[in-house]
């Protein structure tokens, strides 16, 4: 049974940082996708970054570039989303998926597995 679980959300000033945990069990593939959304009240989710498994080649959203980090630890069980920099506007609730067998995109329809999601406030 895959499993992804989310951890590392909190309250954050402006300007501070976070890092966010992804774990993702129950599966042996070498090639997958890692992708982190996020869904602000009132808004649709959007993808912000990915990682690919096989080569961890990464994608970032305009919205993140530059401020975000994507990074996998040697296993590739565990997926960090290093945020600094942090703005009101990146308060959200962040989720975690995996598509098994894909290149890294954020195409949030096409991924199977999803995490319960962790929230990020950033607020003064």
């Known amino acids: 049974q895959v499993q992804v679980v989310e951890s590392g959300g909190g309250l954050v000033q402006p300007g501070g940082s976070l890092r966010l945990s992804c774990a993702a069990s129950g599966f042996t593939l070498d090639y997958y996708a890692i992708g982190w959304f996020r869904q602000a009240p009132g808004k649709e989710r959007e993808g912000i970054s990915c990682i690919r498994s096989s080569d961890s080649n990464t994608y970032y959203a305009d919205s993140v570039k530059g401020r975000f980090t994507i990074s996998s630890d040697n296993a590739k069980t565990t997926v960090y989303l290093q945020m600094n920099s942090l703005k009101p506007e990146d308060t959200a609730v962040y989720y975690c998926?995996?598509?098994?067998?894909?290149?890294?995109?954020?195409?949030?329809?096409?991924?199977?597995?999803w995490g319960q999601g962790t929230q990020v406030t950033v607020d003064s």
């Open positions: 998926a995996t598509d098994p067998w894909s290149n890294c995109h954020l195409e949030a329809s096409e991924y199977d597995y």
